[in-house]
């Protein structure tokens, strides 16, 4: 989890965005890729530019997995073109040496190798061709519907309430926002904007820092906002994160435990621990289809979580 740290009057720092950043949709759609999950609302994307890729992009896609977070190639810069630098490629290449993921291509960018970084750019080049471009105006759209849903209800229920609406890991008072995220760490906003950006290719929340040292987090767009956190009274019953796996599990039928543990931003274990207990309770139910375990709530859980007339219906693909 990320902590984000709020000084006085850092509230009024908070901004959203309605226009899609590319350069993170092109790295979270390459994750995608190279997970084995199922995408869930994002399985024809994700079908699609499986379709239209080919080898080359691997230099990207092998990035984007090892670490089980996002590459900071773009982190930090102003400039709004997709090619990588050599000093951010060796720096993240650098980073996974230290995690000792030494293949002899990961050593070469570390050492910053122009054939490494060329191959790196060409995967970047190809990967936005086959995967992003054909789909922008798409993404474009889901980010500038989000990006006006999440502005209203800022102006409906005030800064801290309007956060504890976007996603089940994100939650927020007057003196912190905190994000679920695999990755723990804490973070002081003292005076710099917060951005909210709302990302159709992300299948949970992501925190990075940009350039000006802006703190930027990314929130699915495309999903059924409505979905929210859980009610006070659920967390206070079940726990925080037992609520919003719940509440998760309810309006994503049929959910995999991997695709719980993103939208939670819990590991697999953590996730399938809180499913368990869940099941035992009777609140939800269990099947497994070979080595994937799907989730569903039952009628004890959506009445628990207050669903007028049972489960709500699965978010719409962006």
């Known amino acids: 989890m990320i902590r984000i740290h709020l000084s006085q009057g850092d509230l009024g720092n908070v901004r959203v965005s309605a226009r899609a950043d590319l350069r993170n949709e092109l790295l979270l759609g390459a994750a995608l890729v190279?997970?084995?999950?199922?995408a869930g609302r994002l399985a024809e994307w994700r079908r699609g530019a499986l379709g239209g890729l080919g080898r080359g992009?691997?230099?990207?896609?092998?990035?984007?997995?090892?670490?089980?977070?996002?590459?900071?190639?773009?982190?930090?810069?102003?400039?709004?073109?997709?090619?990588?630098?050599?000093?951010s490629a060796a720096h993240y290449a650098d980073r996974m040496l230290r995690r000792r993921f030494a293949t002899p291509y990961i050593m070469a960018l570390a050492d910053g190798s122009p054939v490494a970084l060329a191959a790196l750019n060409d995967a970047v080049a190809a990967f936005s061709a086959a995967a992003i471009v054909p789909w922008e105006s798409r993404i474009a759209s889901a980010v500038s519907a989000a990006g006006a849903e999440i502005g209203g209800r800022i102006a409906r229920l005030g800064v801290t309430g309007a956060l504890n609406t976007l996603h089940p890991a994100i939650s927020a008072d007057h003196t912190s926002v905190s994000v679920g995220t695999v990755s723990d760490g804490d973070l002081d906003l003292d005076g710099r904007i917060l951005l909210i950006q709302p990302t159709s290719l992300a299948v949970r929340p992501a925190v990075c820092v940009k350039h000006l040292g802006h703190l930027v987090v990314h929130v699915p767009a495309g999903r059924d906002l409505r979905q929210g956190r859980p009610p006070r009274a659920l967390a206070n019953l079940l726990g925080p994160q037992r609520a919003a796996?719940?509440?998760?599990?309810?309006?994503?039928?049929?959910?995999?435990?991997?695709?719980?543990?993103?939208?939670?931003?819990?590991?697999?274990?953590?996730?399938?621990?809180?499913?368990?207990?869940?099941r035992e309770s009777e609140l939800i139910t269990t099947e497994r289809a070979g080595k994937t375990v799907h989730h569903a709530v039952t009628a004890l859980g959506a009445a628990m979580i207050g669903v007028p007339g049972g489960v709500p219906s699965p978010s719409t693909p962006s």
Do not use: K, M, W
């Open 34 to 38: 190279a997970g084995r999950a199922p």
């Open 245 to 278: 796996a719940l509440v998760t599990i309810a309006a994503n039928p049929a959910i995999t435990t991997g695709e719980l543990a993103r939208e939670l931003g819990l590991s697999p274990a953590a996730a399938s621990r809180q499913a368990g207990v869940l």
């Open 57 to 87: 992009v691997l230099p990207l896609t092998t990035l984007c997995r090892t670490l089980h977070t996002l590459p900071d190639f773009y982190c930090g810069h102003a400039e709004t073109d997709l090619t990588v630098s050599d000093e």
